[in-house]
């Protein structure tokens, strides 16, 4: 962990594009409440094959008129190179600075992965098309990805996206801080020295927590999952001890030298906000 410590903490909130119109008044009162703790930047995430491509440049284009950083999500799977780079000038001539380079899911009934196969090919297209123009955030799996095969695959793909030009790089969300330490660990082993910022996903609804983490490969530790399961359908127990939880993760994490926090946030504003408050952060953090 000891270079994780160099770097500065940075705070970040990430949102889903929203379909209806209510969806976008709920987002648009979400982002501007957490919008007052003053984090580093947003994030928006980009649907399977491009296919909320529209909704995903919309948002970040709406939260950056209120003076914030707002960073797309942009996924190489199922798509041309064409496509990639005719999006990336898109987000270069509305000004925008800051993206996070994903593999993406292959969307459900497409037999066809496009024309790049993997993260790291599309953070070495983004390099030779807008060379430094953008700071790239990518993605890492402390429990690893559900498609690696042994640990040390684990290390070279994620080290192959650093190399190809990666700045920073954000984890899949997990709940046993030592999985991100020993994580960590290897990386530095290995040469990787960028900031591996931990992923944080609040728990308000266990169903959903273990539909997102079977699709994901985030484990949800016994000891959490049968605590949970034991209140049913007493949501207000749920988000209590969640909020117990994932408070103490981010403690941990954070008094161990983690270089800030990354919240999945569901487009909900009050379990993050009320983490935050806990963990004593101030604004601006």
């Known amino acids: 962990m000891q270079s994780q410590k160099k770097h500065p903490r ?38 399977a094959g491009g296919s909320t491509r529209e909704g995903t440049l919309e948002t970040v284009l709406e939260i950056r008129t209120a003076g914030f950083e707002a960073a797309p999500h942009l996924s190489c799977v199922a798509s041309s190179r064409a496509d990639l780079k005719a999006q990336l000038e898109k987000y270069r ?16 009934g497409l037999a066809s992965t496009g024309e790049l196969r ?3 090919e599309l953070v070495t297209l983004i390099r030779e098309t807008a060379g430094d123009w953008f700071r790239i955030e990518v993605a890492c799996y402390p429990e690893y990805h559900p498609q690696t095969r042994s ?3 684990e290390i070279r793909n994620f080290k192959r996206k650093v190399e190809a030009g990666a700045n920073a790089a954000i984890t899949q969300y997990f709940y046993n801080a030592e999985a991100y330490f020993r994580f960590v660990d290897e990386c ?7 900031p591996i910022v931990p992923g944080i996903m609040p728990i308000g609804n266990f169903a959903q927590l273990a539909r997102f983490s079977d699709a994901c490969g985030a484990e949800i530790p016994r000891w959490l999952r049968f605590r949970l399961e034991s209140y049913r359908d007493d949501t207000a127990s749920i988000r209590a001890y969640g909020l117990d939880v994932v408070t103490r993760l981010c403690d941990d994490l954070l008094r161990a030298g983690a270089p800030g926090l990354h919240f999945y946030t569901l487009n909900q504003a009050g379990l993050t906000t009320t ?7 101030q604004a601006g953090s």
């Open 10 to 47: 940075v705070f970040s909130f990430e949102f889903f594009p929203p379909k209806t119109p209510e969806g976008r008044e709920k987002l648009r009162a979400t982002w501007k409440q957490l919008g007052q703790l003053k984090p580093k930047f947003f994030s928006c995430t980009y649907g």
């Open 93 to 108: 001539s509305h000004g925008i600075r800051h993206i996070v380079a994903l593999r993406g899911d292959l969307p459900s």
């Open 118 to 120: 993997y993260a790291n």
């Open 151 to 153: 640990a040390a695959d």
């Open 188 to 194: 530095e082993a290995a040469g990787i020295a960028i």
């Open 275 to 281: 983490i935050w408050q806990r963990l004593g952060l």
